[in-house]
């Protein structure tokens, strides 16, 4: 291809991509002739670095300059927890290893409380008279609805007993609706034949401490999971809209001076739309191999400024296997994005640490794409009681699992990679949540300290949603201001979209 038929190419894709041209960009690229410098051009247009200077007047782009002086330093990610190991062949054995590392490690969390402190194992429950009261830590391994209650069979390393929630307590009764299978709880009672009749029930829970965390400084973190590229319903200019904001090159002076600012994006889960999951997914493709899907959606990471962090997890349509922890995204299909020393790849769930300097820790992130949810958000009937659907019923998922201190107990609610460990078990109290999945955006706070945020999406409503339920609300970006802890959600939803 000759350099003018390059440069008309160039230009085109500009256009298609909806990304704005000024006349100084226009004579620069034309007046060049050296093949290096004009794809050192294009290379920056297409990842936005100098389009604040183009396009604003001197005075923003002095000031756009001034914030990099004194803040933008880049975004600082430490990753605290990625899974990354290869699935083996199992043995029942590792089954029985992933249940007994759960247990140990949810009991050592119950047992910080003083009412759990001298717990004692179900076999030992034999030893002591009926009518004694007892405190026990067991995995729920029965549940079922009685004309009076709520009946258990919970189980440790050392047996099983049932335990029975009377209707005549309701608090306790109606607490008891939220227990699920194969968590781990405290029960306290008193003690009937090879029954303990319960009248205290513990969830691990987050203990209530002090403030929310804030940073010294003025920088933000966007959270943009679900972009299914791919997809014929994938949202190419709304994407686009949100990008060149980021870059700066969108908005009014106060929202570019707020983009400027953002450090930190995080992308969880389901960045391409993928090829099976589920059975009419084909009909709806406009990008048929993973291959191409991910060559296609690296094309809009690299668009995005250096300067931001972009950390990427894994989700339910993307390439990896569906049983969690899910691996990152691997190089074989995205080499990319690897490519790109502001990306980082990490597994589905994740632990990232951001935004610390000096004198501030920085924000513990847990980041889990939120695959299970939808099994909590249709099984638990406090959750579904309250509200319609279930991408409204998410942030209440995501609080019932925070109490829980596992991200998907139930073994039926999702695909469970057997590991050594259990990945899932929220260990480290995060100080912000952030998942995807519903397609539709959302803001919690809980107890106080954790910061919950689910991401929207850059897909309009399949058919294969409308059959299962979801009611996405595309293009709707939360912003998290790290000094005020603030959430907002910016739109960037076309006209066509909001309606
Ligand atoms: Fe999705």
């Not at 620069?28 to 410098?37: F, M």
């Not at 604040?52 to 990610?77: I, M, P, Q, R």
């Not at 008891?176 to 029960?187: L, P, Q, R, S, T």
Request: hydrophobic share 35%; charged share 30%; glycine share 6%.
């Amino acid at each position: 291809m000759d350099l003018d038929a390059k440069k008309r190419n160039f230009v085109e894709l500009l256009l298609e991509r909806n990304i704005l041209i000024e006349p100084d960009f226009l004579e620069k690229l034309n007046e060049e002739k050296d093949p290096a410098k004009i794809s050192e051009i294009i290379n920056v247009k297409l990842r936005g670095q100098k389009t604040e200077a183009e396009e604003n007047s001197k005075e923003t782009a002095e000031k756009a300059t001034l914030y990099s002086k004194d803040e933008s330093k880049d975004g600082k990610v430490k990753v605290l927890f990625s899974y990354s190991s290869q699935p083996k062949k199992n043995t029942a054995q590792d089954f029985i290893n992933l249940f007994n590392y759960r247990y140990n490690s949810i009991k050592k969390i119950l047992q910080q409380r003083v009412q759990l402190e001298s717990v004692i194992s179900i076999s030992k429950l034999k030893m002591k008279s009926q009518k004694d009261q007892a405190s026990v830590i067991g995995m729920v391994y029965g549940k079922e609805e009685t004309k009076n209650g709520v009946m258990l069979t919970i189980e440790d390393p050392t047996g099983t007993i049932k335990v029975f929630f009377s209707k005549n307590k309701q608090e306790l009764f109606m607490r008891a609706g939220d227990i699920v299978m194969d968590e781990v709880i405290g029960i306290s009672g008193s003690l009937g034949k090879n029954i303990i009749f319960a009248n205290d029930l513990f969830f691990p829970e987050i203990p209530v401490t002090k403030e929310a965390k804030k940073s010294p400084i003025e920088e933000y973190a966007v959270v943009a999971p679900d972009w299914h590229v791919g997809s014929k319903q994938f949202l190419e200019d709304e994407l686009l809209k949100f990008i060149n904001w980021l870059n700066g090159s969108a908005g009014n002076e106060k929202q570019r001076e707020v983009a400027s600012k953002v450090k930190y994006l995080f992308l969880a889960g389901d960045l391409v739309d993928g090829i099976s999951n589920h059975p009419t997914q084909r009909k709806d493709l406009s990008l048929f191999t993973f291959k191409e899907q991910y060559k296609k959606a690296s094309e809009y990471v690299k668009m995005i400024r250096e300067d931001i962090k972009i950390i990427i997890c894994p989700g339910n349509h993307d390439i990896v296997h569906l049983a969690e922890p899910q691996p990152p995204l691997p190089k074989e299909y995205c080499p990319d994005l690897y490519d790109l020393p502001n990306v980082i790849l990490v597994s589905n769930p994740a632990v990232v640490n951001i935004g610390e300097t000096e004198n501030f820790p920085g924000f513990d992130v847990l980041i889990y794409h939120g695959y299970s949810y939808n099994y909590y958000a249709d099984k638990i009937e406090s959750i579904r009681i309250k509200k319609p659907t279930v991408s409204d019923r998410v942030d209440l998922v995501m609080r019932l699992l925070l109490q829980k201190r596992h991200l998907a107990p139930t073994y039926d609610a999702n695909p469970h990679l057997i590991t050594e460990q259990d990945h899932m078990i929220i260990d480290r109290i995060p100080d912000i949540f952030i998942s995807g999945d519903v397609h539709k955006s959302g803001v919690f706070l809980y107890k106080n300290v954790i910061t919950g945020i689910i991401g929207s999406c850059f897909q309009s409503k399949t058919d294969f949603q409308e059959k299962v339920g979801h009611t996405p609300d595309p293009g709707r970006i939360p912003l998290i201001n790290l000094k005020t802890r603030e959430v907002k959600i910016l739109n960037f939803a076309s006209q066509e979209e909001k309606q």
